[in-house]
């Protein structure tokens, strides 16, 4: 028999405004086993799609086609949407071997993330599959990746704690060929040396390409790039700066953006190991001041509960770096919580800047790389922020 979920009637006018998940609390009946694809169907017997089932999320549904279709096969959806995936990345011209090629909902594959990094001597991808359903399914995913572009490695960084929300362990499993400890890639024509296994995200926060680029446009003077990880926006403002400073709290991180300054022949690039928030304090009352400053802090809301608290965090490190920037200097400011909407982003930095006394334009306002497309109907899918301000006063 075909597994099925009936949802209630709130949950049918959920997916009709195109939202792709259906929460625990709209489920009414279930006969599925966990990660079955499902039949989804209203309190009425109507097929509303087909849609990953899970056991133990709150998130109980991820839907895969909507009503209409038949019922999906799992290695051809894989492979069609993979293939519908590449075609749009191949379309963005992107500059360098590294980005996302699979972003979950948005190209239709729930709960599933692709990156790709590759230089002259091969290409691996890094995937993760955070549900039952895209989880079960690992092996097709491997499978597709391998018969489009025969990888030279494919690792599954399976270690997120989201999946813990699934029932699922975490893992790291090298899944097919050869994946080396360390891999060179280049972003923007600067080369990074990745760590496909241990490096925060899958690597790279190929989310801030863009922005790493947009950085360096307005880079001058006298830079400090706050929460640096690797060096992603020090790297990149470094050949337009006299000096950078770079800071973060990890001793790793601050050995990675070293060896990535060396790589990249980058010698005026000074990599502290630091708490930003004491380091703020100490440049400003050391009367330290800096001409581009970018803030890139790690999601400091990653639940609703922890808003107001987040916000506090936001307001005082923009404020510190408002008050650090010269007149004429730019402020190249970042939040990836997705708790924290645009609105609210904008409004603790307009009040940092009031705060600081300090006149400020809003020259861009910025968002994801486009190779991490946002769902308009699941705004869940968008969570990067990233503006762009000119101390003018
Ligand atoms: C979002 S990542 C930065 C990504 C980087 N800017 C890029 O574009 O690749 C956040 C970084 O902040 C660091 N971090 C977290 N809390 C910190 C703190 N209080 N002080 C300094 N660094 C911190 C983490 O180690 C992590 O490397």
Known sequence: MTPSVTVSRRGAER?????????RSDVVAAEAEPGDIVRVASERGKTLGWAYWSSASQIALRMLEGPGA???????????RIRAAAAYRDSLGIIGGAWRLVHGEADGLPATVVDRYGNGEGAWFVVQTLAQGSDRRLPLLVDALVEQFGPTGIIARNDPRVRTLEGLEPRVDVVYGEVPDRIVVE???????????????????????????????????????????NGGFALHIARHASSVLALDISASAVEA????????????????EANVFDELRELESSGRRFD???????????NRASVERAVGGYKEINLRAIRLLRPGGHLITCS????VSDTLFLEVV????????????????????????????????????????????
Request: hydrophobic share 45%.
């Open 15 to 23: 997916l009709k405004s195109g939202h792709p998940w259906i929460f």
């Open 70 to 80: 038949p019922m999906p096969g799992d290695r051809e959806l894989i492979a069609a």
């Open 187 to 229: 972003e923007n024509g600067i080369r990074f040396g990745v760590d496909l296994r241990h490096g925060q995200k899958t690597g790279l926060f190929l989310d801030q390409r863009d922005n790493h680029a947009a950085a360096a446009r307005y880079a001058q003077g006298e830079a400090l790039d706050a929460f640096t990880y």
């Open 257 to 272: 953006t070293a060896a990535n300054a060396a790589l990249n022949g980058l010698t005026n690039v000074e990599v502290r």
């Open 292 to 302: 581009t400053i970018t803030l890139d802090p790690p999601a400091f809301a990653r």
């Open 336 to 339: 990836c919580s997705y708790n």
């Open 350 to 393: 307009r009040s940092a800047a009031a705060d600081a006394r300090a006149a400020m334009w809003l020259v861009e306002r910025r968002g994801q790389a486009a190779d991490h497309p946002i769902l308009l109907n699941a705004p869940e899918t968008s969570y990067l922020k990233c503006l762009v301000l000119r101390r003018v006063g």
